[in-house]
T-cell receptor, first 115, second 115 residues
Framework: NAGVMQNPRHLVRRRGQEARLRCSPMKGHSHVYWYRQLPEEGLKFMVYLQKENIIDESGMPKERFSAEFPKEGPSILRIQQVVRGDSAAYFC?????????????FGPGTRLTVL | AQSVAQPEDQVNVAEGNPLTVKCTYSVSGNPYLFWYVQYPNRGLQFLLKYITGDNLVKGSYGFEAEFNKSQTSFHLKKPSALVSDSALYFCAVSPVGGSASKIIFGSGTRLSIRP
């Protein structure tokens, strides 16, 4: 049973380019969460999605950032016109039901570097 | 506001000695508490969680955590540390009420086990 998959593991972009981060949840999980981790800091919640729906995007910056979880395929976190401050590790997690007591299982992360 | 605090940035322990990583929380209602571990350049791995019941929770790799409601703490413990336990440890809480989405993470404690 494969765990949460994320790709790419490392992504380098120049300022103004677009970054697309992909996440495939664990088999049987239909709830996906995206977090951002700055160096030497904890993870900060960004967005929570179920298939074809955004449930909670309260942690997502209002501009340039978007997320989707289509009926088929992985969840995508998209950052348009990247800036240096977007450099961070982005982690995806998944859970089976989305309940408060659910354990979220994390992927290995995508490390975004903006030059 | 609901939050988690990890008062120690770093904990240093000799191999074979007991270790404690501290965590305190501030939530309304009953807390759902988690511990995760992060190895260098890896995602977070789930260690254990407290939902209800016995205050002493046993988890992976010989770790355990004690829920103390009066002190609002959820310290992580291990009777005998291993060098391989060296990693970054995060305490987290799943807020009760509202969207069952985000986990709120502490800032992390770096555990260093010396041979």
């Amino acid at each position: 049973n494969a765990g949460v998959m994320q790709n790419p593991r490392h992504l380098v972009r120049r300022r103004g380019q677009e970054a697309r981060l992909r996440c495939s949840p664990m088999k049987g999980h239909s709830h996906v969460y995206w977090y951002r981790q700055l160096p030497e800091e904890g993870l900060k919640f960004m967005v929570y999605l179920q298939k074809e729906n955004i449930i909670d995007e309260s942690g997502m910056p209002k501009e340039r950032f978007s997320a989707e979880f289509p009926k088929e395929g992985p969840s995508i976190l998209r950052i348009q016109q990247v800036v240096r401050g977007d450099s961070a590790a982005y982690f995806c997690a998944s859970s089976p039901t989305g309940g408060h007591t659910d354990t979220q299982y994390f992927g290995p992360g995508t490390r975004l570097t903006v030059l | 506001a609901q939050s988690v605090a990890q008062p120690e940035d770093q904990v240093n322990v000799a191999e074979g000695n007991p270790l404690t990583v501290k965590c305190t929380y501030s939530v309304s209602g009953n807390p759902y508490l988690f511990w995760y571990v992060q190895y260098p350049n890896r995602g977070l791995q789930f260690l254990l969680k407290y939902i209800t019941g016995d205050n002493l929770v046993k988890g992976s790799y010989g770790f355990e955590a004690e829920f103390n409601k009066s002190q609002t703490s959820f310290h992580l413990k291990k009777p005998s540390a291993l060098v391989s336990d060296s990693a970054l440890y995060f305490c987290a809480v799943s807020p009760v009420g509202g969207s069952a989405s985000k986990i709120i993470f502490g800032s992390g404690t770096r555990l260093s086990i010396r041979p």
